[in-house]
T-cell receptor, first 109, second 113 residues
Framework: EDQVTQSPEALRLQEGESSSLNCSYT??????LFWYRQDPGKGPEFLFT???AGEEKEKERLKATLTKKESFLHITAPKPEDSATYLC??????????FGKGTMLLVSP | NAGVTQTPKFQVLKTGQSMTLQCAQD?????MSWYRQDPGMGLRLIHY???????DQGEVPNGYNVSRSTTEDFPLRLLSAAPSQTSVYFC????????????FGSGTRLTVV
């Protein structure tokens, strides 16, 4: 059974204070690890897909990395508009996703 | 190009009532799926489809029914609503490979009283 564990559950940062979110996973055969951003009252918004250990992807202040057991979402010099819940998910079958419970990020000005 | 459209956005049902949550996508995606999101539980897969006429169960399928008669539409039916089905429901779609991620709808917030 696929499992995804995200930590921390919640994170409060000051504007400009860089940090990382963790996603640990166990899966029989990884066919993609996904990061999503979710704002209150909205559906998840796709950020990145990673496929193999060592892969990295960047988008503005966000950089996602992947190892054989975990993924990190690094947030560099965050701004208040980066406040959201960040979701990690793995795909190991018919393009269905197994999600973690998310990390709620709050960036204060 | 509207993406994934879910209707209604909000719904209140009485226990025992039935209803259909609608999901439509205009991106010619082969794969579609339904998730429910509950506080502290994360997103959980209810049912999914890999193409028209093909559906399968996910992690929490009991009390729900689906069909996929066209590529564009994937409705979710609640057969006899129960308070445990109070949740936010999301529909998602993707190309076969999933390379470009899964596009989610904006959700339906359902309350069963």
């Amino acid at each position: 059974e696929d499992q995804v564990t995200q930590s921390p559950e919640a994170l409060r940062l000051q504007e400009g204070e860089s940090s990382s979110l963790n996603c640990s996973y166990t899966v029989s055969g990884l066919r993609g690890l996904f990061w999503y951003r979710q704002d209150p009252g909205k559906g998840p918004e796709f950020l990145f897909t990673l496929y193999s250990a060592g892969e990295e992807k960047e988008k503005e202040r966000l950089k996602a990395t992947l190892t054989k057991k975990e993924s990190f979402l690094h947030i560099t010099a965050p701004k208040p508009e980066d406040s959201a819940t960040y979701l990690c998910a793995v795909n190991s079958g018919y393009s269905t996703l197994t999600f973690g419970k998310g990390t709620m990020l709050l960036v204060s000005p | 190009n509207a993406g994934v459209t879910q209707t209604p956005k909000f719904q209140v049902l009485k226990t025992g009532q039935s209803m259909t949550l609608q999901c439509a996508q205009d991106m010619n995606h082969e794969y579609m799926s339904w998730y429910r999101q509950d506080p502290g539980m994360g997103l959980r897969l209810i049912h999914y489809s890999v193409g028209a006429g093909i559906t399968d169960q996910g992690e929490v399928p009991n009390g729900y029914n689906v069909s996929r008669s066209t590529t564009e539409d994937f409705p979710l039916r609640l057969l006899s609503a129960a308070p445990s089905q109070t949740s936010v429901y999301f529909c998602a779609s993707s190309f076969r490979t999933g390379d470009y991620g899964y596009t989610f709808g904006s959700g339906t917030r359902l309350t069963v009283v």
